[in-house]
């Protein structure tokens, strides 16, 4: 078998997904007709043509732009189940998924329409694919302190249907700290915590994310590999990390896939995993992303395996799911 069948088939988790960023150019056109949307532009070729970025503000611009397309429940539940059904077909059959509710609610969407969408995307993955998932509530991190408190306030009455928190956005300029305190007060309400960390950001995001927030896995962490004594770190404390090899590519973190990190990431030990971030900006769902970085960096069929092995075992199911799941990864690389 290629190592490209190998992957189509292999049982994965995606654990770094944007659900905003699942929203590809036809659905886009086709929520813009229904709630009478203007976009400012006239075909989906045009609309993929605009994706095309220098950086992570650049990609973020357009991405916050093409979110306002989105008004009603349905037009999030429609969002949410497109994704898992084009992830099933990948073989993922567990996602947490992020999304960023004041990217709506600061456009008059109410929280509980978006949470409750999601939520019925999220229920009929489950029921007709079988794909489980958990939802993620993302802070702006551009955005304040006192904003990010209020979603959580928001989040009060649907908070058993999310599994935990994470921080977006543009990364330089706003550090892990300056949402220490909204971190604290989400791991008391008993969620789980995830941060982007290291994208563009410096170590010393990193460091902090750990920490201050103390953050039980962490979205990127490229930069990581630039503080060896952090990398020893992440090592010794098994912290997952979420990277897109995709995403890295298209926001210019590495020049070419050629030149990415995840060979000597795993080298090293690190608990690596591969996800999509954005596939509809970034072209290309998980599998892509595991073939395109396998075709650029040479990984072996051992490698990959691991890398869906550390998508289980670096999510947020029971310890007995995580262990059930794992055990089909094995069923799977040994058949
Ligand atoms: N890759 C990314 N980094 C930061 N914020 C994001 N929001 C959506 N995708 C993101
Ligand atoms: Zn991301």
Redesign the pocket.
């Known amino acids: 078998m290629s190592l490209d069948a190998y992957i189509a088939g292999l049982p994965k988790a995606e654990l ?1 997904l ?1 659900i905003e960023g699942s929203l590809e150019p036809e659905l886009m056109f086709e929520l813009a007709q229904r709630n009478g949307v203007a976009i400012p532009f006239d075909s989906v070729e045009a609309v993929r043509a605009a994706y095309d970025f220098s950086n992570l503000q650049d990609f973020l611009d357009i991405y916050y732009a093409g979110a306002n397309v989105l008004l009603t429940r349905r037009d999030f539940e429609d969002l949410a189940f497109a994704y898992f059904r084009r992830a099933a077909a990948d073989n993922v059959r567990h996602a947490e998924i ?1 999304f960023d509710p004041q990217t709506h609610t600061d456009r008059g969407v109410p929280f509980g329409v978006v949470a409750e969408g999601l939520i019925a995307g999220m229920d009929r993955a489950k029921a007709e694919l079988g794909v489980t998932s958990g939802l993620i509530l993302s802070f702006l991190r551009h955005l304040s302190e006192a904003e990010a408190f209020a979603t959580l306030e928001m989040a009060r009455p649907y908070l058993h249907h999310f599994v935990g928190v994470g921080l ?1 956005s543009s990364e330089v300029g706003h550090p892990p700290s300056k949402f220490q305190r909204v971190f604290a007060a989400a791991r008391e309400l008993g969620l789980k915590l995830c941060a ?1 960390a290291g994208e563009e950001g410096p170590p010393a995001y990193v460091h902090e994310a750990l920490d201050l927030l103390h953050i039980d896995r962490m ?1 990127h962490g490229n930069r990581s590999m630039e503080d060896e004594a952090l990398v020893e770190r992440l090592v010794a404390e098994q912290m997952t990390l979420t990277v ?1 090899p995709l ?1 890295n590519l298209k926001l210019c973190v590495v020049k070419d896939l050629k030149d990415h990190p995840v060979p000597e990431m795993l080298r090293r030990g690190l608990h690596v995993t591969l996800n999509s ?2 596939p509809a900006y970034f072209g290309g769902y998980v599998n892509e992303n595991y073939r395109q970085l396998a075709a650029a960096v040479g990984l072996t069929r051992e490698q990959v395996t691991q890398m869906a092995r550390n998508s289980f075992e670096g999510s947020f199911m029971s310890e007995a799911e995580k262990a059930a799941r794992v055990a089909e990864v094995e069923a799977y690389a040994a058949s």
């Open positions: 770094h944007h992020f977006d982007h979205d897109c995403s971030d954005d």
